[in-house]
């Protein structure tokens, strides 16, 4: 579809940090207008939905610091150099529920906020967990609680703002339509 | 929920564009350790669902350059300075959709990417739309195309990956469980 294309005229590197990086291009639409476009670069990242033999979601809950507060979420992580994203999705999954599974289903994959950054979410589902018998241990600077919940429960937390991000706002309505409570 | 709070320790200003702006901070973690988290700031968005009395969603197709790819979306818009989110999400559905509505629902509202990023979807739903006379004018550096699709159509557009994003795919979702297609 060449007929949107907005050519880069100039590029400006403002930021390359541990996670994100920022640029700033100077673009001529196919109208010959210009404009200016900020993009954020992003690794990509995976998202898991456990529902438990219980019909029970597990979900961490976690501090964010662009929000300044703490959200529950489902098990999720970015994508390391190399890494292929089911190995992600399966190493997120043990490191921050405990959990593990040798049935991890593809559900989709979207971008979070195309408007300004290329960050993908790739999405697993497994209902089939089996509780590690050993922790494994994640990230050290990520300090998080898991909490199991019940779809009324977790319908709660989204009335509540507790649960309050995209791939978990997705998560609770993928399995309601799962549950066949829509 | 102060146990899991992180202590801002220096922060660092990046970058301060007309959509987004980048800050560095230096953290302190409730176990004493330190830590650096890269922040951008958005002023929030709205998206609507619009449902036309044919049973089609009426999408747009735009050029995304943080992916340098076009997207079938629905139609959504940042809040400008003191817009009342509902307000917005009017506009925008006219600007670019040529439909209006006396009925947007507001359907929930999610947090796009809050491991990097603080920017906030409204979201909201029509089905009563009326085909307004007179087409609005919206941004001028935007080109889009109006794209209406059925259920059926957007759902292979997600498979073809020509809806990628997430609130369009938590849209497909919605009018799934709401046609009664789970």
Same mark, same amino acid.
């Given at each position: 579809?060449?007929?949107?294309?907005?050519?880069?005229? @100039?590029?400006?590197?403002?930021?390359?940090?541990?996670?994100?990086?920022? @640029?700033?291009?100077?673009?001529?639409?196919?109208?010959?207008?210009?404009?200016?476009?900020?993009?954020?670069?992003?690794?990509?990242?995976?998202? $898991?939905?456990? &529902?438990?033999?219980? /019909?029970?979601?597990?979900?961490? *809950?976690?501090?964010?610091?662009? &929000?300044?507060?703490?959200?529950?979420?489902? #098990?999720?992580?970015?994508?390391? *150099?190399?890494?292929? #994203?089911?190995?992600?999705?399966?190493?997120? &999954?043990?490191?921050?529920?405990?959990?593990?599974?040798?049935? &991890?289903?593809?559900?989709?994959?979207?971008?979070?906020? #195309? /408007?300004?950054?290329?960050?993908?979410? @790739?999405?697993?589902?497994?209902?089939?967990?089996?509780?590690?018998?050993?922790? $494994?241990?994640?990230?050290?600077?990520?300090?998080?609680?898991?909490?199991?919940?019940?779809?009324?429960?977790?319908?709660?937390?989204?009335?509540?703002?507790?649960?309050?991000?995209?791939?978990?706002?997705?998560? $609770?309505?993928? $399995?309601?339509?799962?549950?066949?409570? /829509?």
């Amino acid at each position: 579809m060449k007929q949107f294309e907005e050519k880069t005229i @100039h590029r400006e590197e403002i930021f390359r940090g541990n996670l994100i990086s920022l @640029h700033v291009d100077d673009v001529e639409l196919p109208n010959g207008m210009r404009s200016k476009r900020e993009v954020v670069k992003h690794p990509g990242a995976v998202a $898991v939905i456990p &529902l438990t033999d219980e /019909g029970k979601l597990v979900m961490v *809950k976690q501090f964010r610091k662009p &929000l300044e507060r703490t959200l529950v979420e489902i #098990p999720a992580g970015k994508i390391e *150099k190399g890494e292929e #994203p089911h190995v992600t999705a399966l190493r997120e &999954l043990e490191e921050e529920t405990g959990y593990t599974t040798k049935n &991890l289903k593809y559900v989709t994959s979207f971008y979070t906020s #195309p /408007g300004f950054a290329d960050e993908i979410i @790739h999405l697993y589902f497994s209902n089939e967990l089996v509780k590690l018998e050993e922790k $494994v241990s994640g990230d050290e600077d990520e300090l998080i609680e898991i909490v199991e919940l019940t779809l009324e429960e977790a319908e709660q937390y989204v009335k509540e703002q507790k649960i309050h991000d995209a791939k978990t706002a997705y998560a $609770v309505l993928y $399995v309601k339509m799962l549950l066949g409570r /829509g």
